[in-house]
């Protein structure tokens, strides 16, 4: 059974750290690990709730669609 607290950790472990420290989390990577936790998110529902819930990661996606990339920035200046 979902339980709607797991969905942040969920988010946290779709999280892509790349070598310069930049973070991303893609839509897919993020229903995937909702799947392992008995969610069943289109792509659309998935960013929905990032929109919403994560106000520190915008989006860079490179093409139109819900298969979309974001990236953790800071609104103060630094990056």
Same mark, same amino acid.
């Given at each position: ?13 779709? !999280? ?8 991303? $989390? +893609? %839509? ?21 709730? !990032? ?8 989006? $860079? +996606? %490179? ?17």
């Amino acid at each position: 059974m979902p339980r709607d607290y797991e969905i942040p950790s969920a988010f946290k472990n779709a !999280i892509k750290v790349a070598g310069n420290g930049r973070r991303t $989390v +893609s %839509t897919i990577d993020f229903v995937n690990e909702l799947k392992t936790i008995n969610f069943d998110w289109s792509l659309r529902e998935a960013n929905v709730w !990032i929109e919403h819930y994560q106000s520190c990661f915008k989006d $860079v +996606s %490179t093409e139109e669609g819900d298969r979309r990339t974001f990236m953790l920035f800071n609104p103060n200046g630094g990056g």
